[in-house]
């Protein structure tokens, strides 16, 4: 994306995508990524939304099934947002933000009240991108991540995220 450009499309993910999201996933989270076998499940539960910016949205020299980003997030009356991914090359460009911001919209349309999300405590700009979105620290999970402790965050809907 150049300055000044639109946000790139945000779509639903189909199973299809699962090996990408997967391939993804790996990429941006090394060893903590999920199991392959994990994104292949989410499309199995109704609760679960799952969206995705493509690759090619961004330059289209790139293959047409590569995701640039994507997202989970279950969908209840809590919900919980499970990951947001974001390749290298498109970092800091505000996919993350566009795509925490459909994902929490697609919750709350689906009846949530409340968003919790687990982050490394070392993530800076994640806690970041999260508190621009609303979330407040509520507590700690020692260990959470085996090198490093996960903060424990909360959303509220029906409140405006502080800018």
């Not at 995508?17 to 391939?23: F, Y």
């Not at 109704?46 to 279950?74: K, M, N, Y």
């Not at 460009?93 to 994902?103: I, K, V």
Request: with cysteine; aromatic share 8%.
């Amino acid at each position: 994306m150049v300055e000044g450009a639109t946000d790139p499309p945000i779509r639903r993910l189909r199973a299809s995508d699962a090996g990408e999201m997967a391939e993804l996933d790996r990429e941006v989270f090394g060893k903590d990524a999920w199991p392959p076998d994990m994104f292949d499940n989410q499309f199995l539960l109704p609760w679960v939304t799952c969206l995705g910016i493509d690759a090619r949205e961004l330059d289209p020299e790139q293959p047409p099934d590569r995701l640039a980003a994507c997202g989970v997030i279950t969908c209840g009356v809590e919900s919980d947002l499970m990951t947001i991914a974001v390749r290298e090359p498109w970092r800091r460009r505000g996919l993350a933000t566009a795509l925490l911001s459909a994902l929490l919209a697609e919750a709350e349309r689906q009846g949530a009240e409340v968003c919790f999300l687990e982050v490394r405590a070392a993530d800076r700009g994640a806690q970041a991108l999260y508190r621009r979105a609303g979330f407040t620290e509520v507590g700690i999970r020692r260990g959470y991540y085996g090198d490093d402790d996960g903060l424990l965050m909360r959303r509220q809907f029906g409140k405006r995220p502080h800018t």
